[in-house]
Structure formats: C-alpha cells, structure tokens
C-alpha cells in the first residue's frame, strides 16, 4: 500500500514568510508513514534551506510536479488564484483558508473536487484538538511581538529604572482583549518592566489577567449579566450599542496609558472598533498604539491599517500590526507545523488520508463539505 503524500507549497502572499512544514516536522511526519514533498524555496522566507528539508528524508520539487504527485497539500494562507487552479479533483487542501471571509474560494474547490480543511474554523473547547489549534500558536507569536514592537517605538523606556540622573517612572501599558494574543502581550509588556493593566468584554478572564501580575480593569461591561464566551471558545460578538457603551467606559483609561494594545477580533466580521480618533487626540505626545486586529475588514482602532505605521499629528504612533506572526517566520512556522503534524496524525489511518464527517474535529474543519 502506498503511503499518503503531502506537500508543503511556497506561500505568495505579500510579506508572508511562513511555510506550512520545517524539517523538524518532516521527521515526525516521516516515522508516521507519510511521504512528504516541498515545493522550491517554501521555506527560504523563515530560514530553512531546500537541503535542510532532503537532509531529513522530504523531496524537493517544482510546482508541477508537487501537484501531480502529492495527496495533500499544506499551506500557510489563503491560496493564490494559480495554485488554487492547480489543484486538482481528489486532493485536500490543508491550511488557514479563513473560509469566513473567503467562502466563494472554499466554494469554488469543492465543486471542482478539491477537499478542503481550515484550521480557522477547530473548536477551541475541544481539549484533545489543542494541538492542533493553530490560531493559538499564530496569536501566542502576535501577542509576543507586540509587545516587542511597541517597547521599541516607545522612546522611553518600559520598567522603572533609578539612576544617578533620577528615577525614570514605568511604562502604563493597558491590553485590550485577553484571549491568547492578549495575554501573551500581557506576560512580555510585564517581564519587560512595564506596569499592565487589562481589560476583556468576558468578566471570567479577570483571573488569568490576574495570575500574570497585571491588574484587571474595572468597567461596566456589557456581558456581566451573561456569559460572555460561545460555544466555539470566542469572546461573543457586542452589539453596536453595547460596543458604544463599553467604549465610553474605557476611553478616559486609553487616554492616560504610554501604550496600548489592542486584540479583539471576530472571526469572518469587522472587528469591534475600541480606540476612536476622539481618544487617540486625547492620549500623550509619544503613545503607541499598536492594533493587532487591523485588517482589511477594519481595525480596533480607527484609522489603522494592516502593516502601516502612521504617526498623527498629535505624536501618537499608531501601528497596525495584522500580520505580526510572519514577523517572526521561524518560530511561527515551527509552531504551525506541529499543528499540522498533530492534524495529519488524526486524519491519516491505514495508509488512508481519511475525512470522516461524523468525527467531530473533521467535521469542524471541513464545514460538512468532507463527504
């Protein structure tokens, strides 16, 4: 019996420069059975080399025959219009094809026989998929970098530091949002010195806030008479009037922070804007804001788009920061693979790249289209 083929292609998105398998992941996939190719160049963008990958048992090949030849085929994000033409009836395609936002490409596939499995749409409450939850690995790295990316636009310096020319008072950093990127902003602002204070629309997450060593703040928030999670393991979706009185709540605590981050998305939606232009008029000469939910779709903070940095005339500096985890291509990488690795483990049986329906993690990741 043949083993199961898959194949890791080189992303061509603009500044993307993960690649959906290292070679660490190849000899995993390898002592499980699956054969595994890779596209010329797919890893050049987080450092790893075509010899890197033959060195551990993978075939480096052209796109054509990458096609042909592979059962699967591995990305990072949405496919280009020419790989997706590509490929062909009775292949799966495996990545984050964010099919929300995308749902005529996720479409278009199926009807021409191509399986697809986004990694977007795994429920969070599964805990034996946690693994595999790649929008965790991805936001850990966004939160991180955030962090990073806001002390180094900040011209003073984040913890208290006494020296002979006096005492120079910490940074006030407030995170919005304490789902994973935020939290993992909230741990680095913190072990860089930084006095952090958060705030989430879901009052149960004042305790993770908490154990990090920042403090929750305190606003009437729309969701404390409700649960404020659905049942995919995401912050629910405010209404636009609930939208406008949490913001009222919060703008005079942005107004008085050096630093502020922001993390709240929807996935699919227009993220919840949190920091008007009213407010970023309002915050110090010197500010950073940096606005990990910017995107096409919009921002949390008014005005900021995916990959600019813009500094307003009132000194603040807005960064919208919507592609950070392709800032570090090497970590995120590495983690995304070992979601694949996890992934592939669960599908491939017998030999078989198998896609059952009825399986409840299948079933998520294929939208009912895996039959």
């Known amino acids: 019996m043949a083993n199961v083929t898959v194949a890791a292609v080189r992303e061509r998105a603009p500044g993307e420069r993960r690649v959906a398998l290292v070679p660490e992941a190849v000899t995993l996939l390898r002592r499980a059975g699956i054969d595994v190719l890779v596209e010329t160049g797919a890893g050049s963008g987080a450092w790893f080399t075509d010899a890197d990958y033959t060195a551990v048992g993978a075939t ?15 990305c990072v994000g949405p496919p280009d219009p020419e790989t997706a ?14 099919p929300l936002r995308q749902p005529a490409l996720v479409q278009g596939l199926y009807r021409r026989g ?33 962090a990073l990316l806001a002390a180094d636009s900040y011209d003073r310096f984040f913890p208290m530091l006494t020296t002979a020319a006096g005492t120079m008072r910490p940074a006030q950093v407030l995170v919005l949002g304490a789902g994973v990127a935020g939290l993992q902003a909230i741990a680095t602002a913190r072990r860089l010195g930084a006095v952090v204070t958060a705030y989430d629309v879901r009052p149960e ?8 060593g920042a403090r929750f ?4 928030s729309p969701q404390q008479e409700e649960p404020g999670t659905e049942r995919s393991g995401y912050a629910k979706e405010l209404t636009a009037e609930e939208q406008k009185v949490q913001r009222a ?13 922001t993390t709240a998305q929807v996935p699919g939606r227009r993220p919840p804007l949190l920091v008007s232009t009213a407010v970023l008029e309002r915050m ?22 995916p990959d600019k940095t813009e500094v307003l005339a009132g000194g603040v500096t807005v960064i919208g920061a919507g ?11 590495t983690a995304y693979a070992r979601n694949l690795v996890a992934l592939l483990r669960h599908l491939v049986r017998d030999g078989e790249l198998v896609l059952d329906p009825a399986d409840e993690i299948t079933g998520a990741l294929t939208g009912g289209t895996s039959s």
């Open 217 to 220: 703040l305190d606003v009437q």
């Open 114 to 146: 191509v399986r697809t499995v986004s990694l977007d749409l795994l429920p969070r409450t599964l805990s034996r998929a946690q693994s595999m939850d790649a929008l965790t690995s991805q936001a850990n790295i966004a939160g991180y970098k955030a």
């Open 249 to 261: 709540a919060l703008d005079d605590h942005i107004a008085r922070s050096d630093i502020v981050v």
């Open 284 to 305: 110090r000469s010197g500010a950073v804001v940096v606005d990990l939910a910017a995107s096409e779709l919009g921002g949390n903070v008014e005005g900021s788009e």
């Open 60 to 74: 480096v090949v052209a796109p054509d025959e990458l096609y042909a030849r592979a059962d699967a085929v591995l």
């Open 85 to 98: 033409e590509a490929l062909r009836a009775g292949q799966t395609l495996i990545g984050l094809l964010e």
């Open 205 to 212: 997450s004042r305790g993770e806030v908490e154990s990090l």
């Open 323 to 333: 592609h950070l985890p392709s800032a570090m291509a090497t970590a995120a990488s």
